[in-house]
């Protein structure tokens, strides 16, 4: 939010002047609801292209599109985004996580890791299968998006304000010593903007739906539940017994929603992990659906879900913790300050360890945790004695500590 779109003002220029600003964009606001539309100008998007690191510089799909908006629109569609959450709960499914207030993404990386094991206990023939969305929120198309939220039942007004953010929006490449030649956008949700992640989840449900309640589509039945779906927002895991019956109906629903929607998934890219199969039945699957087979572990939302649930912890704890006592080795002779230090290790080292803690179901040894210990206190006191008392640098700042979890 705090970026500066085409017209160059941030978010404190709006903060210092609210007094004068926010009168006439509430009426602005309001009006929209109606048949006001909004300024082409107001709609416009500057585009900041970022190199892929250790790729081609001279092809276009190795940069990566960043797209600031005006803030007046962020704002806009942040109002627009804070309405619909309390509602998401009840229109999106629980195996949907992604940008739901209340859900986290360990939730399906745990019931990932938990499936596996089911699989491997009961000796059921299974499939993971993690789908590669080709440009996802890209390539969603408005005539469906704003008939499914007619369908959904959100007023005419609210649905007309989300229609004037889509009204031949436009957007402009911002490259160094070149003139900028607005184009108009189409289709897709747009990047930068607080309402789209929202609308790209709604658009997605009723793809997620159908798959759930195909009764020919398996998953894995479990009590009273049977577990189909995994998603954070386009990285969908499917967890699919009768793979290869499940498959044939999953392909002719993926082809059919695309052609409503312009949702898109290259299965040539995704990935499929088989459980327990044998390999004539493995063998048709990579055949008839082309889809690229891993044996051992399977890529999901950050972490490496393994077909042997023992290897659930080699396959990602002492990688991570290899990176980061390297990354703090290489650090060490770096000119940070202490407490530049003391943050490094809050903002970059931390982080790392907690996501794989929360994400996965596996316990961390006593002898991990102190070799992380002893790297991080070596990259903060450069290898010296230690000056400050470790209960200083723990207390929290409100009693005269550094606040250092």
Not at 13 to 25: A, E, S
Not at 353 to 374: E, K, N, W, Y
């Amino acid at each position: 939010m705090k970026a500066p779109g085409p017209d160059g003002f941030h978010g404190g220029y709006y903060k210092t002047f609210k007094k004068i600003l926010l009168p006439h964009l509430t009426n602005l606001f309001n009006a929209l609801r109606g048949e006001t539309r909004l300024h082409p100008d107001m709609t416009l998007a500057d585009i900041a292209l970022l190199p892929k690191e250790g790729r081609d510089a001279s092809r276009p799909e190795n940069y990566r599109p960043i797209s600031l908006l005006n803030f007046d629109i962020k704002l806009l569609a942040k109002i627009l985004a804070d309405r619909l959450n309390p509602m998401l709960t009840s229109l999106i499914h629980p195996d949907q996580v992604g940008f739901i207030p209340g859900r986290q993404l360990y939730e399906n990386t745990r019931r990932g890791a938990d499936l596996v094991w089911w699989a491997g206990s009961t000796r059921t023939p299974s499939l993971l299968l993690s789908l590669d969305a080709e440009k996802a929120f890209d390539r969603v198309t408005w005539p469906f998006l704003f008939r499914l939220l007619v369908r959904l039942g959100l007023p005419d007004n609210f649905i007309n304000v989300i229609k004037a953010l889509y009204e031949n929006p436009r957007a402009q490449i911002k490259l160094q010593g070149a003139s900028c030649s607005p184009f108009t956008i189409s289709n897709g949700t747009r990047q930068g903007c607080p309402l789209s992640p929202i609308l790209f989840v709604l658009a997605l449900e009723p793809l997620l739906t159908r798959i759930r309640q195909s009764p020919h589509i398996q998953g894995v039945p479990l009590g009273n539940h049977r577990f189909t779906v995994s998603a954070y927002a386009d990285d969908i895991l499917l967890s699919l017994t009768d793979p290869l019956r499940s498959m044939r109906h999953l392909h002719d629903l993926l082809t059919h929603y695309g052609s409503l929607s312009g949702f898109k998934v290259n299965l040539t890219k995704s990935q499929a992990m088989p459980l327990h199969m044998s390999p004539e039945m493995v063998a048709d699957m990579a055949s008839g659906f082309r889809i690229p087979i891993v044996r051992t572990s399977l890529k999901y939302l950050g972490v490496s879900l393994t077909s042997d649930p023992t290897r659930l912890f080699s396959a990602n704890i002492p990688p991570v913790i290899r990176q980061i006592k390297k990354d703090l080795e290489d650090w060490t002779e770096k000119p940070i300050s202490w407490i530049g230090r003391i943050h490094s290790v809050k903002m970059n080292i931390l982080p790392r360890l907690l996501f794989l803690f929360q994400a996965l179901p596996v316990a961390v040894t006593r002898r991990d945790l102190a070799g992380i210990q002893s790297a991080i206190d070596a990259f903060v006191w450069q290898n010296k004695r230690r000056r400050v008392a470790r209960k200083i640098l723990y207390r929290p700042k409100t009693r005269g500590g550094l606040g250092l979890p």
